[in-house]
């Protein structure tokens, strides 16, 4: 059973410029998650994808948007980059189903904002 | 909305000693409560969970009993070990919704 993989693993980007990240989900997973970790804190939920479509959204502002792709893996992108996009940004791929609640998280994608 | 709060770190244990990480919640209807580890540089591992009141969790040694009546879900070890070197975090799901929401997470440092 393959586990969740992000890419890429380190990022560097000057602020203003736009970023892609990907996640692929684990096997027999159809929901993928998105969080946002900033140094010393506790992940902030970003928002979620089921069925190629947004599932529900935290407090992130629109530059924050992403896509899901029929094979369930999903892309986050961040448009006009901050200085405080700074973080490690996790994915996490679950099944949405009867009594599956549990989120399996990639090692993250680390992007420093310059 | 929902919310975790649990204590600040950073907890410095010797070897075999005995751990306690508490952690409280704020949810509406009946959330599943979880415990994440975090190795340094790597990503989030599910250390244990409980879906409802009264369950308890477990693995490696670690407990955590969902109590409903304190809003608690205090995570427990009863002999730690430096390989238990890690952030924790506590965590809640709202079983209609699938969003995690964390806590702020709590260091341990073991050692020997």
Same mark, same amino acid.
């Given at each position: 059973?393959? &586990?969740?993989? #992000?890419?890429?693993?380190?990022?560097?980007?000057?602020?203003?410029? #736009?970023?892609?990240?990907?996640?692929?989900?684990?096997?027999?997973?159809?929901?993928?998650?998105?969080?946002?970790?900033?140094?010393?804190? &506790?992940?902030?939920?970003?928002?979620?994808?089921?069925?190629?479509?947004?599932? &529900?959204?935290?407090?992130?502002?629109?530059?924050?948007?992403?896509? #899901?792709?029929?094979?369930?893996?999903?892309?986050?992108?961040?448009?006009?980059?901050?200085?405080?996009?700074?973080?490690?940004?996790?994915?996490?791929?679950?099944?949405? &189903?009867?009594?599956?609640?549990?989120?399996?998280?990639?090692?993250?994608?680390?992007?420093?904002?310059? | 909305?929902? /919310?975790? +709060?649990?204590?600040?770190?950073?907890? +410095? =244990?010797?070897?075999e000693a005995f751990l306690t990480i508490?952690?409280?919640?704020?949810? +509406?209807?009946?959330?599943? =409560?979880?415990?994440?580890?975090?190795?340094?540089?790597?990503?989030?591992?599910?250390?244990?969970?409980?879906?409802?009141?009264?369950?308890?969790? /477990?693995?490696?040694?670690?407990?955590?009993?969902?109590?409903?009546?304190?809003?608690?879900?205090?995570?427990?070890?009863?002999?730690?070990?430096? /390989?238990? /070197?890690?952030?924790?975090?506590?965590?809640?799901?709202?079983?209609?919704?699938?969003?995690?929401?964390?806590?702020?997470?709590?260091?341990?440092?073991?050692?020997?």
């Amino acid at each position: 059973e393959t &586990g969740v993989t #992000q890419s890429p693993t380190h990022l560097i980007k000057t602020r203003g410029q #736009q970023v892609t990240l990907r996640c692929s989900s684990q096997s027999g997973h159809n929901t993928v998650s998105w969080y946002q970790q900033a140094l010393g804190q &506790g992940p902030q939920f970003i928002f979620q994808y089921y069925r190629e479509e947004e599932n &529900g959204r935290g407090n992130f502002p629109p530059r924050f948007s992403g896509l #899901q792709f029929p094979n369930y893996s999903s892309e986050l992108n961040v448009n006009a980059l901050e200085l405080d996009d700074s973080a490690l940004y996790l994915c996490a791929s679950s099944f949405t &189903g009867l009594g599956s609640y549990e989120q399996y998280f990639g090692p993250g994608t680390r992007l420093t904002v310059t | 909305g929902d /919310s975790v +709060t649990q204590m600040e770190g950073p907890v +410095t =244990l010797s070897e075999e000693a005995f751990l306690t990480i508490n952690c409280t919640y704020t949810a +509406t209807g009946y959330p599943s =409560l979880f415990w994440y580890v975090q190795y340094p540089g790597e990503g989030l591992q599910l250390l244990l969970k409980a879906t409802k009141a009264d369950d308890k969790g /477990s693995n490696k040694g670690f407990e955590a009993t969902y109590r409903k009546e304190t809003t608690s879900f205090h995570l427990e070890k009863g002999s730690v070990q430096v /390989s238990d /070197s890690a952030v924790y975090f506590c965590a809640l799901s709202d079983q209609g919704y699938q969003k995690v929401t964390f806590g702020t997470g709590t260091k341990l440092q073991v050692i020997p």
